[in-house]
């Protein structure tokens, strides 16, 4: 692994479902973030973690989850899908929060 | 609030020169970012300002006035391949990113 990478590439998911978005880094970074990107509108921090086993809410936390149990490893998961889910996920880490962005490719995800 | 804003879509031709314009409203201020994102892939970090002035990066320059809440991004000898959006995004009091929603640069020969 070089950087940063994330799965599923995409997916198709009914409303309801749980479903968990992988990302891993093998940078060392300490600290990681995750976006939803939607068409119009900025790139928006769902939930971002400093450092291991530290996380903290974003500017759109509601019906996201995460978790940082190590420094590679930052999933996120969506407890009961909604359509509104529907959006390009990508996940991003930095050295720390003083650095630029580095992301992953990006996860597509319907929820119908 | 906090704001960013760019404008949506920008049309220039090979060779030339374009220039992104970014202003902003944001609690606290620690640094501006430039990135590109091709349509389809992940944001690119292209440059970083904290302070007034201009930085320059071969064929891309960044600017930053931090009395004007402004930035741009110059790109010069635009090739076909700089067809992409590129995002403005201001780090702020909280270290967090604010981001801009893109300006989507078409080149055209």
């Known amino acids: 692994i070089a950087g940063i990478t994330q799965a599923p590439t995409s997916q198709i998911l009914a409303a309801g479902r749980r479903m968990t978005l992988r990302c891993t880094q093998d940078m060392r970074h300490n600290a990681m973030y995750w976006y939803r990107q939607d068409l119009g509108l900025g790139l928006r921090l769902i939930h971002y973690?400093?450092?291991?086993?530290?996380?903290g809410k974003g500017e759109v936390p509601d019906g996201y989850s995460v978790s940082r149990a190590n420094t590679d490893d930052f999933p996120l998961t969506l407890a009961s899908a909604v359509p509104s889910q529907t959006s390009v996920y990508f996940c991003a880490s930095s050295p720390s929060g003083r650095n630029e962005q580095f992301f992953g490719p990006g996860t597509r995800l319907t929820v119908l | 609030g906090q704001n960013i804003d760019q404008p949506t879509e920008m049309t220039a031709t090979e060779g030339a020169i374009v220039q992104i314009n970014c202003t902003y409203q944001?609690?606290?201020?620690?640094?501006l970012f430039w990135y590109q994102q091709h349509a389809g892939e992940a944001p690119t970090f292209l440059s970083y300002n904290v302070l007034d002035g201009l930085e320059e990066k071969g064929r891309f320059s960044s600017f930053l006035s931090r009395s004007k809440g402004y930035s741009y991004l110059l790109l010069k000898e635009l090739q076909m391949k700089d067809s992409a959006s590129y995002l403005c995004a201001v780090r702020d009091r909280d270290y967090q990113l604010i981001w801009g929603a893109g300006t989507k640069l078409i080149i055209k020969p």
């Open positions: 944001t609690s606290g201020f620690n640094g």
């Open positions: 973690s400093n450092t291991a086993g530290t996380t």
